[in-house]
């Protein structure tokens, strides 16, 4: 093989697992050291520049960084990085003072945002600081999007809601609330250098069966947590089924406990390990005595006189056919008497208020054909991000999408090419202190996750809107930064420095180093100390050794950054650097161009 | 060396028969110098036992004074171990052995610790057969005592700082013990692990006493140029005359393997696949083995792999007509006959 090329960002980006892992890459591992030394304002502020939302993030992020994390390489659970970004907003200091500057003297183009969710907020957080306008329309009178009107309360206060929105319309977003758009020819009349959709995905599924138009007690469950938040709905049945047995559903059934529920079943048409919930939401709602029926599809609705009986399902077992497939047979047809049916079966984009005939493409699904790297529609200077662009996501993505969305926007306004952006960039610096002392802790910890604390069963349904977690204690979090593995301290290898001695290969602990004769990838890792597990991860090859031409090889995924090697090493070949990935945003993309211009 | 502790990590690794992973057979942190060989002959040590399936606690680890007698902390930590005086290892394992005859006694000694103070001792053992492995860490220095040439240093060799050169003819380690009836003589490089993890496995199963010569450079005192034990020099000289395959009794031969190669096998049904490179080299004629070695050693060259072997002679126990149990497991009656019996002895050699 090819000797591998570290100074490709791409290489040790992908080694950071939870920072690759991340729609928004957020640069975990130094979050949680400056978590470690005491740093939370500064944590929260790292944190901020990616996801923007740390506090609402630290709470209910779908965390793709943890099933991720290189933790789980060694030990059971990942290391908690998304309860650990609420240890950051906890205790960081008013950050206020610390946001980019707003000039007062605006550059002229206004941008309209539909929408005041995540993704429009993300917008306007990047381009403010350039200097342009933002006017943000939303339908209803608060900010927030599904943040607001879906996540309950329970699991996000609104007061932390508020909080970080406030600090992005305060940098001078002109919201205006209660303002829904109704079509989209009529903005585009008006004066508007650009226009994003961020209109999410706001119709739920509804289910056709038998006797569905003849209660009022099936509901739809997006729309049902939205009245609940906006407080138009304050009670529920004793006896309630959840249809679908996802996210949603989740926030559905723990929402009908706090508002009456007593016997709350989720129906699932699957058996376990075929849920779309996270296994986190899953825990929390049968910690709370929700009742998961497995194997059952829904069949009818049963009403009686106008008033709901309960329904019918198809009892269901499930076998795995030849080709690895779920194959299904009814074993019997069940009836589960309730009061009320909350459907929590997906969601979908609607753009009613979109005319045909604007140059926006619609595919065949009536969705908008939208350019996965620059968020623009069919119709230049129109982009569309969060969940309006493809579908129900969440809000890392939805965040993500604003910031790549705000580049091309900056693009547009500026006449350049959108699709010409700049790619990511990367800093290498070594940690070395002295003989065997690194800027970085790399002492093992072998503790195991900290459970996180929650409020007593009884007092969570006191009140509608008491928050379950009460996040980590200083003990809890004092040894959970420790199981950070610092996957951002890279071992960098110079061949020509090296012996061969085989120091580095002895002290491993995880053996992922060899030194053999080069080879093609397939040849190679069939010799490894170790064999390859994860065929995915980053694979190093060294420049060819100077004793024997051999090759140093590193099985990249194995690694837990413990630096021994290093330590070991008696000429200084290997060496822990601190990768940092420069990741830019609209900001950096005007730097770069006032930079090109005054050369 | 190393002030952090090694992280523990056993998810997903392969076990042996007895459900141990290799992490078990592991030892302390090595304090020795970065980059040292004789760390590289711990693993290796470590990788032989794992993959013999020998259980670490039936082994004794016993060993001399130098960097090289410090290395049984650093593997097989459940072993029994004994850190004796310099150059005294091989009279432990002797008289150890002569008490317990069913574990594995692995000796672990240095150029210095063998060749100058303790040449007496290692001599003897050889002669007595003692059923052990020897392993001799060559460095060709004191490593402990700041680099001192030892007697394995070569004519002409330099010493890393001031200039002298070394005028003493060195001691051989491998052709002395040919000399002395040695019935196991192989020499490998801590530098080469494919070829030194089944020299030890064989030495390991070898019934008898069993030398490895490793040559194992001293980074910090012998790694220079104008030294004959660098790592660099080694790599440029090893000429490697027999591999040794170890293939345990429960596994067969692979036909394709048995082409050029000698098998011997030993006295539990285990085998030593010997592959040779020199066609006219014999590794079981002494006098042609040490002819060969002399040879090559004229010519510059070291030659590594398995030299030479004698499976038919008679170890410690049987020469001295032992029973099969071990002699500390015999009932103080059996051990101990008593003044009558003591008393008839002394009556029949006056
Ligand atoms: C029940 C539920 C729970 C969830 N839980 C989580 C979670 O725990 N973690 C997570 O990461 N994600 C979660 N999500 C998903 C997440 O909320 C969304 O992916 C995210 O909010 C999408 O952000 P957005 O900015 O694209 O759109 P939205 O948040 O949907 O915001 C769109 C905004 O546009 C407004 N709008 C729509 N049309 C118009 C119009 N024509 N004119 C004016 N305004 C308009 C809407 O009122 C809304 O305020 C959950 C979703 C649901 C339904
Ligand atoms: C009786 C006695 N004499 C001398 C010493 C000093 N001494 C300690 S180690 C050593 C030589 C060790 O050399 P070697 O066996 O080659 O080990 P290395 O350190 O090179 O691995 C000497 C002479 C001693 N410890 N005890
Ligand atoms: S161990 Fe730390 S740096 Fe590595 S993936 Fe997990 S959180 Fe990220
Ligand atoms: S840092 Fe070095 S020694 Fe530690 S696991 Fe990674 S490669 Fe192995
Ligand atoms: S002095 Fe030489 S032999 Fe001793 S530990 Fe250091 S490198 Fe190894
Ligand atoms: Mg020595």
């Known amino acids: 093989m090819k000797p591998t090329d570290t100074s490709d960002p791409r290489y040790y980006h992908k080694v950071v697992d939870c920072q690759w892992g991340c729609p928004a890459h957020t640069d975990v591992p130094e979050y949680i050291r400056m978590i470690a030394q005491g740093r939370y304002t500064d944590a929260y502020l790292l944190n901020r520049r990616s996801n923007v939302f740390p506090a609402i993030l630290g709470r209910v992020c ?20 998304c309860r650990l970004k609420r240890v950051a907003a906890d205790l960081a200091d008013d950050i206020r003072s610390h946001l980019p500057a707003v000039p007062a003297k605006k550059n002229g183009k206004r941008i309209a945002c539909i929408g005041a969710g995540c993704a429009s907020l993300t917008v306007a957080n990047d381009l403010l600081p ?5 006017v943000m329309f939303e339908q209803f009178d608060q900010a927030g999007g599904l943040m607001r009107t879906n996540i309950p309360a329970f699991r996000l206060p609104a007061q932390v809601l508020d909080d970080e929105i406030s600090m992005i319309v305060e940098l001078g977003v002109d919201l205006r609330l209660g303002h829904r758009i109704d079509s989209m020819a009529a903005l585009l009349e008006e004066d508007f250098a650009a226009v994003f959709v961020g209109t999410g995905a706001p119709r739920g599924k509804d289910l056709d069966l038998p006797g569905r138009q003849e209660t009022e007690r099936i509901h739809i469950g997006i729309d049902w947590l939205e009245s609940v938040a906006f407080e138009h709905t304050d009670h529920i049945g004793e006896r309630v089924l959840i249809i679908g047995v996802g996210n949603t559903a989740m926030d559905c059934c723990r929402t009908a406990l706090r508002l009456g529920g007593e016997s709350v079943k989720v129906m699932a048409r699957k058996p376990r390990g075929y849920f779309k919930a996270s296994p986190w939401e899953l825990e929390d709602a049968e910690e709370e005595k929700v009742e998961i029926i497995v194997n059952h599809s829904p069949k009818a609705f049963v009403v009686d006189g106008g008033q709901l009986k309960g329904m019918t399902f198809d009892h269901l077992e499930y076998h795995v056919d030849a080709d690895g497939n779920l194959q299904s047979t009814v074993i019997d047809e069940v ?16 753009f009613p208020w979109i005319e045909r005939d604007l140059g926006i493409v619609f595919d065949e699904w009536d969705v908008p054909k939208v350019d996965k790297a620059t968020f623009e529609s069919t119709r230049q200077g129109i982009f569309f991000g969060g969940d309006s662009a493809f579908g129900p996501e969440n809000i890392i993505w939805a965040v993500e999408h604003g910031h790549q969305a705000a580049i091309s926007i900056h693009k547009h306004c500026s006449g350049d090419p959108v699709a010409k952006r700049l790619s990511h960039g990367m800093n290498l610096l070594s940690t070395k202190m002295s003989l065997h002392e690194w800027s970085f802790s790399n002492d093992y910890d072998p503790s195991n996750r900290r459970r996180m604390r929650h409020v007593e069963l009884k007092q969570r349904f006191d009140e509608l809107n008491i928050e379950v977690e009460l996040g980590f204690s200083a003990e809890q979090f004092v040894t959970e930064v420790k199981r ?103 900001i950096d993309e005007e730097v770069a161009a006032c930079n090109q211009k005054t050369g | 060396m190393s002030f952090i502790k090694k992280p523990r990590i056993t998810k997903g690794l392969p076990q042996n028969g007895l459900g141990l992973s290799i992490v078990d057979y592991e030892g302390a942190m090595s304090t020795l110098c970065a980059g040292c060989g004789h760390d590289s002959i711990s693993a290796a040590i470590i990788q032989a036992y794992f993959e013999l399936e020998i259980e670490p606690h039936r082994v004794a680890k016993v060993s001399g004074i130098g960097c090289s007698s410090k290395t049984p902390t650093y593997f097989l930590r459940p072993a029994h171990g004994f850190n004796s005086v310099h150059g005294r290892m091989p009279s432990i394992v ?11 006694y692995i000796g672990v000694s240095g150029d210095g610790d063998s060749l100058s103070i303790g040449l007496g001792q290692f001599c003897h053992a050889i002669r007595r057969n003692v059923n052990m492995l020897y392993v001799l860490e060559n460095n060709g220095v004191y490593g402990l005592t700041k680099g001192q040439f030892s007697a394995s240093t070569d004519i002409g060799s330099t010493a890393r700082k001031g200039g002298a050169v070394n005028q003493q003819p060195p001691i051989d380690p491998v052709l002395t013990a040919i000399n002395f009836g040695c019935t196991f003589v192989a020499r490998g490089f801590s530098g080469d692990k494919q070829s030194l993890v089944p020299l030890l496995k064989a030495a ?20 220079h140029e104008g030294s004959t034990k660098s790592y660099a020099y080694t790599r440029e000289s090893e000429r490697t005359t027999v591999y040794a395959d170890f293939i345990p009794s429960r596994e067969p031969i692979e036909t394709d393997l048995v082409q050029d190669v000698t098998t011997v096998t030993l006295h539990d049904g285990s085998r030593i696949a010997l592959r040779k490179v020199d066609d006219d080299y014999n590794p079981f004629d002494a ?13 510059g060259e070291i030659v590594t792999g398995l030299l030479y072997m004698d499976e038919e002679a008679q170890d410690l126990h049987a020469m001295n007509n032992t029973p099969n149990t071990p002699l500390n497991a015999l009932e103080p009656s059996k051990l101990i006959p008593g003044a009558a019996k003591l008393a008839a002895l002394q009556k029949a050699w006056r």
């Open chain 1, 335 to 350: 009836f589960v008497a309730c009061d009320d049916v909350i459907l929590a079966i997906g969601q979908e984009n609607a």
């Open chain 1, 62 to 81: 779908d965390r793709p960084c943890e099933p991720a994390c290189r933790r789980v390489r060694v030990e059971e659970e990942p290391v908690a990085i």
């Open chain 2, 94 to 104: 002797t008289g150890a052995n002569a008490a317990n005859r069913d574990l594995h």
């Open chain 1, 484 to 586: 950070c593995l610092n996957c951002d301290i890279q071992t960098e290898f110079t061949a020509k420095l090296c012996i061969e001695c085989d120091a580095c290969i002895d002290v491993c602990p995880v053996r992922c180093l060899t030194i053999i004769e080069n080879g093609d990838r397939t040849d190679l890792v069939q010799r490894l100390n170790t064999p390859v597990t994860n065929p995915d991860a980053p694979f190093f090859v060294s420049d060819s050794l100077p004793q024997t031409s051999r090759v140093m090889i590193k099985d990249e995924n194995l690694c837990v950054h413990c630096a021994l090697c290093a330590e070991r090493c008696p000429t200084g070949a290997w060496d822990m650097r601190k990768s940092e990935l420069l990741i830019p945003y609209a």
């Open chain 1, 130 to 134: 350039l200097g342009y306008e933002i």
């Open chain 2, 204 to 223: 390991i199963q070898h019934p008898g006493f069993a030398l490895l010569d490793v040559i194992s450079p001293c980074v910090t005192f012998n790694d």
């Open chain 2, 287 to 299: 006098g042609a083995a040490t002819a060969y070695i002399r040879d090559h050693q004229d010519q």
